[in-house]
DNA sequence: TATAGCATGTAATTAGTTACATGATTAA
DNA sequence: TTAATCATGTAACTAATTACATGCTATA
């Protein structure tokens, strides 16, 4: 059975605890979002196809009255999620960034318009920085009550990684200033 | 008139040089491909769009015999591509690594496997920085015979980034050594 | 009572990849 | 002569976003 990899990202979120799609989709938002992004669009239609394929068994829990459907994962979806982690197949690795891609083509600029252009890439990078330090407590909370050390540790690469793209930024805007 | 990046792309690559679709696709490969790809499904009728537009303007050069068309950008095409890269729009910035994406979830491994992952990504980035390090050599004769500097920058910004995740990834291989 | 949030979903669109077809030229 | 490279292109498909529709519940 061919899983696309968004597939992989409800199967991990179920993992950690009965999900519906609007608590994944929120979850999405505040964590793989960074690295793995996932729509409406996708998560529902991918829970019906999961749910048809015996890798994840839904659930209608009134609650109170509100329409509600969690899931939880079965052994195969478990298995499925665990094959995944572990396969030898190469890993997608695809960057989207428009700033890097405007600065690739900056020759085409004078020296002001260069360092407009890195200074938005920085307060960008900024910006993302300062996001995931807002996620960082409840995040060091979910480790420590539910032992989540690896979506911790991942956290702590987001803020390490904009802060590189950042430093890079700063940098530059040094170079180009100084050569100006 | 609305453009997508990929058409920046190309109006990029065609402002350095009169070029075919198939010389966009080639740089395109060793150049913008780490943080912009872009296939011939996307170029072929991008420069046709393009031209439409009238912001290329292609010219049958038969060169000997096989056929070849190279586009040359129009002032209105040199005009949208400086009006993009001044845009003070917000910049797209997406990063789909599914290798990060699997440590996200790596809770649900056992400290071997976890180890064997980061090991993975680790060879992954290593790859993309050898692969970089190749094209140095080109870029570097590319900056100084026609002063394609930020071109040459970009380069060592790759290489640096690559070197970051290549480390983030020992040290985390480190941790969960000294802590299984 | 109104607004924010919970909750599910889809239709239309855009973006992008993959795989193929076609054929010429150049170098081994 | 054969393989690699130059060169153009498209059809089919997959992926993903955006924008909307619907309606409930809790809180200010």
Known sequence: MQLNRTAYVVL???RLGRRTGYEIKSLVDVSTRFFWAASYGQIYPELRRLEEAGLIEG????ESGRRRRSYRLTAAGERALHDWLTSPEPHVLELRDEGVLKFFFADALDPDEQIALLRRM???YEGVSERLEAIQPGAQAARDAR???FAYFTLEW????AGFMADWCSRMERRVAASR
Chains 1, 2 share one sequence.
Do not use: L, Q
């Open 147 to 149: 032992g989540e050390e």
């Open 158 to 161: 987001g803020i390490s990684h």
């Open 122 to 124: 920085r307060e960008r």
């Open 59 to 62: 659930e209608d829990d009134p």
């Open 12 to 14: 991990g979120m179920i």
